[in-house]
């Protein structure tokens, strides 16, 4: 079975907030984003609704999303003081977004450990999680 035909997985940080200063952001964070978008500015698809700052790990074969989640973590869980100052600076909203292509019924593990709830907690984030089944 090749790696097109297993299940994979891509975990997302996003912040966002009606605007901010990307630069601002990176150079606190001392993070480059994988990508952002600027509120009013044309997108791929759509003029964007809202700034926002994002990391991403790459798509890989995976059954337990706890693992691209631990990735973005050992990232950001060093800079959990930059990340609440930030918060309250721009108003900021912070989100992990979670993809899942299935594939052949490879249906991952969908559960949160502890740190990951604890440190969403303490940031304040949301979760959203995207299943695609093929």
Same mark, same amino acid.
């Given at each position: 079975?090749?790696? +097109?035909?297993k299940t994979s997985i891509i975990?997302?940080?996003k912040i966002y907030a009606d605007d901010f200063s990307?630069?601002? %952001?990176?150079? %606190?964070l001392q993070k480059d984003p994988s990508d952002f978008t600027i509120k009013g500015?044309?997108?791929?698809?759509? %003029?964007a609704k809202e700034t926002s700052w994002n990391i991403y790990t790459p798509?890989?074969?995976s059954l337990d999303v706890n693992q691209q989640l631990g990735e973005l973590l050992s990232i950001l869980r060093p800079k959990k %003081?930059? +990340? +609440?100052? +930030?918060?309250?600076k721009y108003q900021l909203n912070y989100l992990f977004s979670i993809i899942i292509k299935i594939k052949n019924n490879q249906t991952p593990?969908?559960?949160?450990e502890h740190d990951i709830?604890?440190?969403a907690h303490d940031i304040k984030a949301e979760f959203d999680i995207d299943l695609y089944v093929s």
């Open positions: 079975m090749s790696n +097109l035909e975990a997302r940080f990307i630069d601002d %952001v990176s150079n %606190v500015q044309q997108g791929k698809f759509t %003029v798509m890989s074969e %003081v930059q +990340l +609440l100052e +930030l918060k309250d593990a969908i559960y949160f709830i604890e440190f």
